[in-house]
């Protein structure tokens, strides 16, 4: 039997949008406001998915304990209250888009869990703007 478990998590972080092999016009032009040379920011709500069957002698999926403490470890610590594009190693040459931070988020949890779970990332930029990896 398989089951989805998840936990919300939360995180306040700065970025700008732009290519630095495109000009100041054409990253405008495509990322907007978000081209802000000032950086702008969110509050990023996180929804960690692990899907997995239910250990029998535990009842669990994962230990929520534990989902906790990776995504305090490998997001929170890592993201909240940071210029993405400045101060997040994975950003120094990606473009830091929901999308793309969705897949960093994705890359640093995966390795922390058993291979037989199922890992799926959500992130919302806004309450509106939100992107779901699951590594595929």
Aim: charged share 25%; glycine share 4%; hydrophobic share 35%.
């Amino acid at each position: 039997m398989m089951v989805k478990v998840s936990r919300k998590a939360h995180f306040n972080a700065a970025h700008r949008l732009y290519r630095k092999d495109w000009s100041y016009e054409k990253n405008d032009e495509i990322f907007g406001k978000c081209n802000n040379p000032n950086f702008h920011g969110h509050n990023y709500e996180l929804i960690v998915s692990v899907t997995g069957e239910i250990d029998q002698e535990t009842g669990y999926v994962i230990d929520m304990k534990v989902l906790k403490d990776i995504i305090k470890d490998e997001v929170e610590d890592a993201f909240d209250h940071k210029n993405l594009n400045v101060e997040v190693p994975e950003f120094s040459t990606l473009n830091p888009t929901a999308e793309n931070i969705a897949v960093v988020i994705y890359n640093k949890i995966k390795p922390k869990l058993e291979a037989s779970l199922v890992l799926e990332i959500t992130l919302y930029e806004t309450p509106r703007n939100f992107v779901t990896y699951t590594g595929n």
